[in-house]
């Protein structure tokens, strides 16, 4: 072999290594992205979201939102503890239909909210009490609503039994123990992983309220009007999609739950005949103003029926303070309305306005209690 030959062989062997070092280097791999784990009780809780009818829905200030919800007498009645207390404090709370139970929010030691009930007893409430059981898991309880039964309680929980900030919990009352049972989480889409926070069923009128800041601006929620199912019902994942069932869990559109129209019509047809009522003047009518149940079989509707003088003068004051609920019913829902229409500037003056208005009517209602109270005894002793 020439020296010529041995010379570009050489050359080639130089060349042909780095170039099969090149083929056999392997190429750097892209780092893996790891994708956070969602948390299973949010999983879990979404497979089993219940289906439910969302008629409507209405976005309101947050510290507006129990003037928004109208119930019928037969669902007692919402308020803040400020009202119900006649005291500076924050909370909400509910009295039952009967007028003689009321289950409220108030402020801890560390300024937490927790539950409480108290009685009305010979025309006083009693010293709240604090409700037993509902601390398993939550650190914070608020936003209380009792069903008709007198033992089925919703309210709004914080704590480590949560899945967001605040969620709704429900529970029953277990007389045996005088506690109430373990909570459990309502779920979706009743829950989220923002503010859930009152539940509502007015059973009279089959219509359900919840509320809840997803969504929604600072300061706001989103109040929800559903169709209470007489059973639970999940949906199925033969027939809806994994992202169908994401979004009734987050209620991405309320459009989606209306499968029944005609449901929906009457419902529609119900809440439409509340919001009516709510916007009419509230005057009570003469024959409402006099009328009073003196026994299961005896009402009274005017002076001239006692037969106890003492009862006619007390019916008369009645009829007096009735009129003036009546007037001040009207005043104080015309101020609400003005408040949602005014800038901030107005709305200062007009929650003063509201505020005081809420309790002087606080303090009619009581004042008719105690009369029909009065004039009732009266009347039976002289005719019994």
Known sequence: MT????????????VAGPMEAQKKKKRPRKPAVEVPK????ITNMREMTQQILIIDSIVADKDQVLAQIHLSE????????????GKAMSGQAFVNEMGNKAYLSLPDDSLKQQLYTCDLLGGEWSQPEALQGLNDGLIETSYPYMLADGQTLYFAGQGEES?????IFFTR??????????????GMPFNSEA???LYVIDEYRQLGYFVTDRRQPEGKVCIYIFVPAESRQTYDAGVYSEQQIRDFAAITRIADT????????AAMARLKAVNSAQKRVKTVAPDAQQCLVITDALTYSTASDFKSKEAASLYQQLVQVRQKLSQLES??????????QAGKAERKSLQTEIVQAESELKALYATEKRLEKQTRQAEIKVIN
């Open 3 to 14: 020296l010529r030959k041995l010379l570009i062989l050489s050359l080639a062997l130089l």
């Open 38 to 41: 969602e948390d299973p009780r």
């Open 74 to 85: 037969d669902a007692g009645q919402l308020m803040t503890s400020k009202t119900f207390t």
């Open 163 to 167: 899945i967001g900030g605040y969620d």
């Open 173 to 186: 009352y277990d007389a045996h123990s005088g506690r109430f049972l373990k909570p459990e989480n309502l």
């Open 195 to 197: 503010n859930d926070y």
């Open 258 to 265: 209306w499968t029944d129209k005609k449901a929906r019509e």
């Open 331 to 340: 005043q104080t829902e015309q101020l609400r309305t003005l408040y949602h």
